[in-house]
């Protein structure tokens, strides 16, 4: 048997969040690999059809995260040079491209959200639900004017030589610091091209999921201040209404991930009574 080296590990390639269309007929998902240069990573989606593998993104881009617009389109957010010196100047944005599956076409950008998004899910044809990062100091940043934003730019940039850290927890693993952040819930439509917050700034949003029928928002979290606590509270916003309801209260139960089964809620959680936070329910 071959020695294992250490360059097997710069060599490994790792595959990721894979998803079918509706279809079933196409499938794309993300190779990440190693970058030992820039001591980083390099991701590029890929496209399964009819048994081939094919390159979708340019090798230029670091892509990891899209999703399907229709059966033969997919959006996928990437940073090119033009945001990237925005992003330097300390602007705060996502940008998404479009592009189509059944031909060899180049990538067009679909649109561009003043948000650090993390996970983009469409609801319907013009409507889609956002999960972003959400700076509880300045929570209302995506509805700022430029002149503004240059403000809290510079705000930022002062105290750039020292770290504050008034919460806990105020770091995590692969996030950094994270203090006064929170994962957060918008809406975006791409008719008005408006967005919605739709969460309260001091909630960490832990999972979420949209009904079948598009009209409601399930997600699990905590709202804290100072400290954050180990019990999540599962809540349901209307689309209609524009309302939100709780769900489940009580600071007694863990929750891992609240998700919709048809007209049924499935929690996935834990007392914790027997064998702690580990045990699901």
Known sequence: MKQLEQDAFYRYQ????????DRKDQAVFCVSKVNQDASDYDMHLYLLKDGKVSLLTAKDEKVSSYLF????????????KEDQDKIKDGYVLSSYYRLALNQDGVATKAFTLPLSVNTLKKINDHLYLAVAQCDVCHPDYYLLSDEDKKKVHQEIKDQEDYQIMDEYPFFYNGAGYINKTRNSLYLYDTKTQSIEHIVVPQMDVESFDVSDDGTKILYTGIAYDRVKLKWSQIYEYDLLSKQTSILYGKDDMQIQKAYYEGERIVVIGTFGKEYGWM???
């Open 14 to 21: 790792f595959l990721s969040n894979l998803n079918y269309n």
């Open 69 to 80: 617009e229709d059966n033969d389109t997919i959006l996928y957010k990437t940073t090119k």
């Open 279 to 281: 045990e699901n329910n």
